[in-house]
């Protein structure tokens, strides 16, 4: 069987611009809608952004290749979130550290990870264990749980393959090498991103403080981190760098697994449970599996057992480009597996994709600018 | 039964991208709504808590903020009262006759340091509109 026969629009000019024009169309009104104006360097930035998200788009359709093109869209995007939000806080207050003046004006910025620390005491005392600002600012916590809830109810999990600006750090590092160093992971070190989702929250509500942010967070190394004033700032800086290490940059460069993705986020483990309630999956339609294992090896989620994708599926796209029959498929539960496959695909990608570019085209367009005006 | 549930579900399934659209386009309202979620609020923790008492003294607005003991499950016996100077004055203030905790004490702060009588100093900022003392205080 020809795997690419699987999608519409498959190798062909014509049927891939039907279904790219309307995303073109989304991706032009996200990123010219909300803006306008600015120095020519933005005004450049802006465009290379509109037609790289267009163009990476185009590709996942006419190669036919999801998780390929994806991952360039995702990674690229993670990178330059990482330079725009650092030059942000340089603007708002001088240096991308903080400390008691931030944390006491309630100004951190929100991330979506912070949500597994608040659900305890959300509940329990009705209160945001977090010194963030309800509406004003960049990244408020009324921006983000609306943002949370409403794509992991629509994406689940895809969340960590669509949209994280976290994500894409290990997805790429898991690409550097063309074979793995340390050839078997363990599928079931994915669970313990279950335990830490329980620790994480449940110590958070006790000390009663985030303590995965305060304490844990590999991505404090390259977006946010504590001024070092004391020896405790001191060795929450040394851990944070250390996570990132190992977790972001050594492991997935070795395994070339997501490491931190798949054993470490407490979010992670969040969005799986989403993926229950989720309409979309990716799938193995068993009578056209021959058992070659080939989409487990390639799985960066540790999500596949016995052939089968599970909880924690990220919905990336990389066992189905990697299938050589075409069995692996996203599939709209309740629907048919062996049937409509360019439809249950392309009503998952443009969601997915339009989270990704909603989600991070800004910031993209203002990490690009910042790059451009070096040499202009 | 399986070709409505199938359609049923192609539909939900083409709502996903609307649902997206929807939800970046009308952030602001969305925002507003979740607002009135009952656990919509900054824990004391970090802001302070409610202002209980305002006064003025030497042209200073001061907002006097209620006794905080952080916590989730159970209070911590050690808390803060978070006193906000609402200017940022240039150099010492004094703030005499607060009633903090059901004790009388005078504040005096300089952009350096603060000081209070009769209580250690959790924390002093200053930020571009205003400073911000936490006193200590105990259950
Ligand atoms: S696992 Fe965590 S860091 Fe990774 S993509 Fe998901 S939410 Fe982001
Ligand atoms: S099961 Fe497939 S789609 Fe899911 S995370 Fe693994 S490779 Fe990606």
Not at chain 1, 2 to 12: A, E, H, L, Q
Not at chain 2, 43 to 67: F, T, W
Request: proline share 4%.
């Amino acid at each position: 069987m020809n795997r690419k026969s699987n999608y519409w629009g498959t190798g062909r000019i014509g049927k891939s611009i039907l279904l790219f024009a309307p995303m073109m169309m989304l991706i032009m009104l996200m990123l010219l809608g909300s803006a306008s104006g600015g120095d020519a360097a933005t005004q450049i930035a802006r465009l290379i952004t509109i037609a790289f998200f267009g163009a990476m788009f185009f590709l996942i359709i006419y190669t036919g290749k999801t998780d390929k093109w994806r991952a360039v869209a995702f990674i690229v995007s993670a990178l330059l979130f990482c330079i725009a939000f650092i030059h942000n806080l340089i603007l708002e207050r001088g240096s991308m550290t903080f400390s008691n003046a931030e944390e006491l004006s309630c100004t951190i910025p929100f991330c979506h990870i912070v949500t597994t620390m608040m659900i305890i005491p959300a509940a329990v005392k009705q209160t945001i264990l977090f010194p963030g600002s309800l509406v004003e600012g960049f990244a408020s916590i009324s921006a983000m749980f609306v943002i949370v809830l409403c794509f992991s109810i629509v994406l689940g999990r895809g969340f960590c393959s669509w949209g994280c600006f976290y994500g894409g750090w290990d997805d790429g590092t898991s690409r550097i090498l063309r074979k793995p160093v340390i050839k078997k992971v363990n599928n079931s070190y994915k669970w313990f991103s279950f335990a830490m989702l329980i620790v994480m929250a449940l110590w958070s509500a006790e000390a009663a403080e985030p303590t995965y942010c305060s304490w844990l967070c590999p991505f404090k190394a390259v977006t946010e981190n504590e001024r070092i004033v004391d020896t405790i700032t001191l060795i929450k800086n040394i851990i944070f760098t250390l996570t990132f290490a190992v977790l972001v940059v050594v492991l997935p460069l070795l395994t070339k697994k997501r490491i931190q993705c798949a054993t470490f986020c407490p979010m992670g483990a969040l969005l799986s449970l989403f993926n229950k309630i989720n309409i979309f999956e990716v799938k193995n339609d068993t009578s056209k599996c021959i058992g070659c294992g080939k989409c487990e090896k390639a799985c960066p989620m540790l999500a596949i057992e016995k052939r089968c994708p599970t909880l924690t599926c990220s919905k990336c796209g990389k066992c189905v480009d990697a299938c050589p029959t075409g069995a692996m498929r996203f599939h709209i539960k309740g629907t048919p597996i062996d049937k409509h496959t360019t439809i249950a695909r392309t009503l998952f990608i443009f969601p997915a994709y339009t989270f990704l570019v909603t989600l991070c085209g800004g910031s993209v367009a203002n990490g690009l600018a910042l790059i451009i005006n070096l040499f202009i | 039964m399986k070709k409505i549930l199938s359609v049923f579900a192609y539909i939900w399934a083409s709502l996903g991208t609307l649902t997206i659209l929807v939800a970046f386009i009308g952030m602001g309202s969305w925002q507003q709504l979740s607002l009135n979620l009952p656990f919509m609020r900054v824990d004391p923790q970090y802001s302070g808590g409610a202002v209980v008492d305002s006064v003025v003294r030497n042209n200073l607005k001061i907002s006097i903020h209620e006794n905080v003991f952080p916590g989730v499950f159970r209070q911590s016996g050690n808390g803060f009262v978070q006193i906000d100077v609402n200017q940022c004055p240039a150099d010492t203030i004094r703030i005499d006759s607060l009633l903090i905790n059901n004790k009388i004490t005078t504040i005096s702060a300089t952009p350096e340091k603060a000081e209070a009588d009769g209580f250690e100093i959790e924390d002093f900022v200053k930020l571009a509109d205003r400073w911000i003392i936490r006193l200590k205080i105990e259950k």
